[in-house]
Structure formats: structure tokens, C-alpha cells
């Protein structure tokens, strides 16, 4: 079993907590818990460096987001098998957050600030927010927006909108609820804009040269992960709550925003 994984493929992960994570799965839990199988896991900087791996055979799996299999879906030699459950569901939705009674459409968000989550989620939500501008005719969030700004915990980027810091944000759903929760003043000063469907965020995929032994015990280590304490530990790094079977039609909503996505992308906006 030898896994490859895109390095910012997990929102509010840091770097470091990734590496740590990744380290017990294989350092660790693996060896200890399947003695005489090898494993290894290798960090990609980006998904062209995975197809590379995959097609020299230095890999034989990948936990990579939606996104990033369907951009390759063409060329990836991979056949998605699983997927990580965030919740009770293994979707994520975003909401665009802006300060009620100051901003009513987005129409009056020309040239003012926004902030977005860094990496998988931050790339389907802009993505998603960039269709939502073409359709109503706008630019693209990178030249409609004075600046967007990457952080690495969506909570903060709630909190900056709350403070007055940013004039939007964009964030996810889930997200969202937790802060407005632990403060209730946040729902009441600030206003879900827009929402968006929900969106399959990640896959495992295996792939399509592996011998038929070598997916039957990726699927189950996979499976085995979160059905101990120990496995949930790990996962709960990733905010990961367990791994349910892949199905296609769980990537339908993901396939209509990109190909939505494709069809204003040569307007040239």
C-alpha cells in the first residue's frame, strides 16, 4: 500500500498537524496493527506530481479532493473507491456571509474585501462563487473583489467579517453554525448571502493497474481506520468522522459546478 495525498488538500489542517497525522496512520497504527504488510504515504505539492507518481508506479493510491479527480478525470488512471465522512454526510456546503443591514445583493460588493478558506474547500467555494458572478453577468471573484485573502481556519475569516475587519466571507456551512453557536451575536449581526448545494469534497482512489489484493486491503485499512478509538483520533485531525463507499451519483452536484464552471470560463470574465 503505498499512498500519495496533496498536501493542502485538507481545510484548516495545518502542515504540521497533516505530517503528524499522516505519520501515525503509516508509523504507527499501520505497522503495528498489519506487521507484515508495507505501507508508505508521500506528500505532493500538486495533483500533476501525483499523476506522475501514479503512472511511474510509486503509488498505488491517493486521498485527493473532487475537484482535482475530475480536473484529471481525462488522464488520472483512477477509480474512486471511498469517501470521508465530514458529519453525518460526506458533503460540504458554503454559505457567503456578509454584515446585516449593510450589504442587500452583491452587486454593492464591487471592489470591497473578502475572505476565503484556504485549500480543498477554499478551491470549490471560489469555483462555486466564481459561476454564481458570471451568471449574473460579474468578473471573477479575483478581479470583482479589491482583494480575496486565504486563511487557514474559516472560523477566523467569520470572525474578522464580525469585527469589521472584511466586508465578505466565505466559508463553510458547518463552519459557520459552530461559531454562531458559541456566539449567538454573530447570527444576529451577520447575513447568509447566498448558499450553495452541497459538494463531495474528497475521494480515496486506487488505481486502475492494481492488483486485485492490493485493493481489497486498501479498502479495508480504510474502512478498519474508524472503528477504534485510536483510528478516530487520527481521523479527528483531518476532522474526518469515519469512511463511507463511494457512489457515483455523489459527485453529481461537484460535476454540474464544474461543468457550469466551464461553460462561462472562455467568456473570458
Known amino acids: 500500500m503505498k499512498m500519495g ?52 508506479k ?13 480536473i484529471t478525470k481525462e488522464e488520472n488512471n ?3 473507491v471511498r469517501t470521508a465522512k465530514l458529519g453525518e454526510s460526506a458533503k460540504s456546503r458554503f454559505v457567503f456571509l456578509v454584515r446585516k443591514d449593510e450589504i442587500e445583493s452583491i452587486d454593492k460588493l464591487m471592489k470591497k474585501t473578502l475572505i476565503i478558506e484556504r485549500g480543498t474547500h477554499g478551491d ?13 453577468s ?11 485573502e486565504r486563511m487557514e481556519k474559516g472560523s477566523l475569516g467569520v470572525m474578522k467579517l464580525f469585527f ?18 458559541l456566539n449567538p451575536q454573530i447570527g444576529t449581526n451577520l447575513h447568509v448571502l447566498f448558499e450553495s448545494p452541497d459538494f463531495l469534497m474528497g475521494v480515496l ?21 474508524a472503528e477504534d478509538r485510536e483510528g478516530e483520533k487520527i481521523l479527528s485531525i483531518f476532522r474526518v468522522k469515519g469512511v463511507s463507499e463511494f457512489g457515483p451519483e455523489a459527485m453529481e452536484s461537484i460535476e454540474n459546478l464544474y461543468h457550469k464552471y466551464l461553460e462561462f470560463k472562455p467568456a473570458g470574465r
Open 124 to 136: 470549490v467555494a471560489t469555483m462555486w462563487l466564481n459561476t454564481l458572478l458570471f451568471e449574473r
Open 5 to 56: 495525498t496533496i498536501i493542502d488538500s485538507f481545510a484548516g489542517v495545518s502542515l504540521e498537524d497533516t505530517k503528524i497525522a499522516i505519520k501515525l496512520i503509516f508509523e504507527t497504527r499501520f505497522k503495528k496493527k498489519y506487521p507484515r504488510h508495507q505501507g508508505d504515504v508521500f506528500l505532493f505539492s500538486d495533483m500533476h506530481s501525483v499523476l506522475d507518481a501514479i503512472n511511474k
Open 164 to 181: 469589521g475587519k472584511v466586508d465578505s466571507c466565505l466559508v463553510q456551512a458547518s463552519t459557520y453554525h459552530i461559531v454562531k453557536e
Open 205 to 225: 482512489a486506487v488505481s486502475k493497474d492494481i492488483d486485485e489484493h492490493t485493493r481489497k486491503f486498501i479498502l479495508l485499512y480504510s474502512d478498519e481506520l
Open 78 to 80: 483512477l477509480i474512486p
Open 58 to 70: 510509486k503509488i498505488n493510491c491517493v486521498c485527493i479532493s473532487t475537484l482535482d479527480y475530475l
Open 138 to 148: 460579474l468578473l471573477e471573484s479575483s478581479r470583482y473583489f479589491k482583494s480575496v
